[in-house]
C-alpha cells in the first residue's frame, strides 16, 4: 500500500471533539507535528474529515 505523510498545520482551538478525536486516532496532537501512514479506507476517512488542518505528502519507498 502507498503511504503518506500527514503533517498538522492548524491548531485545534475552537475545534469539535469529534474533529480533535480523529487527529489523535491519527497520531497528531501539536500543530506542526508529523505521522507516517499507510493508505486504506479508514486512514482516507480520516483524512476526509480533518482535510482544512492538514497536509498531506507522499511518501517514496
Known amino acids: ?8 498545520v492548524r491548531g485545534l482551538a475552537g475545534k469539535s471533539k469529534k474533529k480533535r478525536a480523529t487527529l489523535e ?3 497528531l496532537h501539536k500543530r ?3 505521522t507516517v501512514k499507510e493508505l486504506n479506507p479508514a486512514i482516507n476517512g480520516m483524512i476526509e474529515k480533518v482535510r482544512e488542518l492538514i497536509k498531506l505528502e507522499p511518501v517514496e519507498e
Open 1 to 8: 500500500m502507498a503511504k503518506v505523510k500527514i503533517t498538522l
Open 25 to 27: 486516532a491519527l497520531g
Open 32 to 34: 506542526g507535528q508529523t
